[in-house]
């Protein structure tokens, strides 16, 4: 089959043919988006973040109530998959973990996907993006109230998300920032919300029901090193358009600018976000090195 090279891996450490028939009809997974997924970036022949993704999962399975296969067996399905894609280039690779065919007491169906990283999300990743603002419609208080509607869980369950960016495009945006009632800024429908501002850099609290973003924890573990302040606090829009730079996070943003808010230009960040994306590649590097010199010793 033409297109993009692909991979598929399964729990065993085995690879699969990418193209063949692997779910069945009746899996949960697909008829009620009942599972969980992570997706891992893989640049250099190393899964980034393999752990902070693995015990994010684990915790998206916890809240489901869903069995999943633990650390062990993801890490010979991803060890599979990138010796799989076999390439530098960069990969995103999602774990996808579903209930299955729960009724005949099988186990999920589980296994690692990966494409090569979208050249649109690259693009954006060098020109920035223009955001808008959403309401998400889910009062900050609903997180312990009602835990069933598994805010900061990571479930394939993302047609909401993906139909946020897809009203942000056809308004004219890249991308979207999820808001409260009351205007609280939360997170991008596939990201992570970072603002900096006279040296601190601010994110989201998971207690407001945002999904705690790896590269984002990531990000601060480095910026902390190297001097900067970090803080989980509740922002507003007005905080947004007062900061020095308003950044979207993920695996795939890695570190993403946002430009303009709403229609209206954002500060100048360009600089901020390249020292901010040279804090997170260094990291990835570093890690690739060693991950090679793992390999040789
Ligand atoms: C809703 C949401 N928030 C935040 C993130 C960022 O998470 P990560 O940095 O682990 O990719 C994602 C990633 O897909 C997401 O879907």
């Not at 069995?67 to 280039?89: D, F, I, K, N, Q």
């Not at 007491?105 to 993006?129: H, Q, Y």
């Amino acid at each position: 089959m033409s297109g993009p090279r692909r991979v598929l891996a399964l729990l065993d450490g085995t690879l699969a043919d990418p193209d063949a028939p692997l779910v069945r009809a009746g899996d949960l997974g697909l008829m009620r988006g009942d599972g969980v997924f992570e997706t891992v970036l893989v640049e250099h022949a190393v899964a980034h973040e393999l752990d902070s993704h693995l015990e994010r999962l684990a915790r998206s399975a916890g809240l489901l109530g869903l069995p999943e296969p633990g650390a062990a067996a993801w890490r010979r399905c991803v060890a599979a998959a990138v010796a799989g894609w076999g390439s530098t280039a960069e990969l995103s690779l999602t774990l996808v973990c579903s209930r299955g065919m729960a009724a005949d007491g099988s186990a999920g169906t589980c296994f690692a996907f990966g494409l090569p990283m979208s050249p649109r999300r690259v693009r954006l990743r060098e020109t920035g993006v223009s955001a808008l603002a959403l309401d998400r419609g889910v009062p900050l208080d609903v997180v312990d109230r009602a835990p069933w509607l598994l805010l900061g869980a990571k479930t394939l369950s993302y047609a909401v998300n993906m139909a946020a960016v897809r009203y942000a495009e056809e308004h004219g945006a890249d991308d979207a920032i999820f808001t409260a009632p009351g205007g609280t800024v939360l997170e991008g429908p596939t990201s992570s919300l970072v603002v900096a501002s006279g040296g601190t850099l601010r994110t989201t609290p998971a207690a407001l029901g945002v999904l705690p973003g790896t590269t984002q924890r990531a990000l601060f573990e480095e910026a902390e090193a190297g001097g900067w302040r970090v803080a989980e606090e509740p922002m507003s829009l007005d905080d947004l358009r007062a900061a020095d730079g308003v950044f979207l996070t993920s695996a795939g943003h890695k570190v993403t600018r946002v430009h303009t808010l709403d229609g209206r230009p954002l500060p100048d960040s360009s600089a901020l976000a390249a020292r901010l994306l040279g804090l997170l590649e260094r990291r990835y590097r570093k890690r690739a090195t060693q991950s090679r010199n793992a390999v040789i010793t």
